[in-house]
């Protein structure tokens, strides 16, 4: 069964850190491009950051540039996303997603009705002022 199961949610005050886990079973871990997207009550998904695995391509949102950090731990077939710096205006559900062979650089450029191979069920990220 294939899976994608988020998780590292919760509240955190501005400026504090959170970091996200992205665990993937039951297909090819390596021969994805794993994205974070973000969904903030009455707005449209966010792509936050990609991770091209199988060449290690990297993408980042503007909004997030220097704050978050995406990374791999292919032995525990994992993706995590490291936020520091955060802000108010980093609240919203954040879901991971899955696409075979796909590079950071063309996840970024998706539409954004795009058909993800895999999604993950998301988790809450609330940052109080």
């Known amino acids: 069964e294939v899976q994608l199961v988020e998780s590292g949610g919760g509240l955190v005050q501005a400026g504090g850190s959170l970091r996200l886990s992205c665990a993937a079973s039951?297909?090819?871990?390596?021969?994805?491009?794993i994205g974070w997207f973000r969904q903030a009550p009455g707005k449209e998904r966010e792509a936050v950051s990609f991770?091209?695995?199988?060449?290690?391509?990297?993408y980042y949102a503007d909004s997030v540039k220097g704050r978050f950090t995406i990374s791999s731990d292919n032995a525990k077939n994992t993706v995590s996303l490291q936020m520091d710096s955060l802000k108010p205006e980093d609240t919203a559900i954040y879901y991971c997603?899955?696409?075979?062979?796909?590079?950071?650089?063309?996840?970024?450029?998706?539409?954004?009705?795009?058909?993800?191979?895999?999604w993950g069920q998301g988790t809450q990220v609330t940052v109080s002022s």
């Open positions: 997603a899955a696409d075979f062979w796909t590079s950071a650089q063309a996840m970024a450029i998706m539409p954004l009705e795009y058909e993800y191979d895999y």
């Open positions: 991770l091209g695995l199988h060449d290690g391509t990297t």
């Open positions: 039951g297909f090819s871990f390596d021969e994805y491009g």
